[in-house]
C-alpha cells in the first residue's frame, strides 16, 4: 500500500465555527470546570478560584489552587482533542476541546504561570 501525505492543516472557518458560541461568560466558565475537573481529581485542600478582570490592560487572570497542569501537558492546552482526563474519570469535561475554544475565542496571547 502506498502511503500519502495529507495536509490537515484547519481551514478558517472551521477555526471561525468552534468559537462562534463562545462568550466571556461561557468561556471563563470554561476554564472554571478545568480548575474543579483538576481539583476532583486530588482534593488535597478546599479549592479556591481567583479571577481578576482589568479593564484598562484588556485581560483576566484566573488563578486556582487546584495543582497546576504538569509542563508535560502543556501543550493539550493548544491541541485539539488532547486531553489529561479519562473517560472514566468523574469530570465535567473530557473531550479535550473546551479550554482550547474558550482561548481561541477570546485569547491573544495566553500565560500560564
Known amino acids: 500500500m502506498t502511503q500519502k501525505t495529507l495536509d490537515a492543516t484547519p481551514e478558517k472557518r472551521l477555526f471561525l465555527s468552534i468559537i462562534s458560541e463562545y462568550d466571556l461568560k461561557r468561556s471563563v466558565c470554561e476554564l472554571i470546570d478545568n480548575a474543579i475537573d483538576l481539583w476532583s481529581k486530588t482534593k ?3 479549592l479556591v478560584i481567583n479571577i481578576n478582570a482589568d479593564e484598562r490592560q484588556q ?3 484566573i488563578e486556582d489552587n487546584a495543582g497546576g497542569i504538569e509542563e508535560s501537558k502543556l ?3 493548544v ?3 488532547k486531553t489529561s482526563n479519562d473517560i472514566h474519570d468523574d469530570v465535567i ?3 479535550g476541546v473546551g ?3 474558550a482561548v481561541i475565542a ?3 496571547d ?3 504561570h
Open 44 to 46: 488535597r485542600a478546599d
Open 59 to 61: 485581560s483576566i487572570s
Open 75 to 77: 501543550d493539550h492546552i
Open 79 to 81: 491541541s485539539p482533542g
Open 93 to 95: 469535561g473530557y473531550f
Open 99 to 101: 479550554s482550547k475554544r
Open 106 to 108: 477570546l485569547a491573544q
Open 110 to 112: 495566553i500565560a500560564i
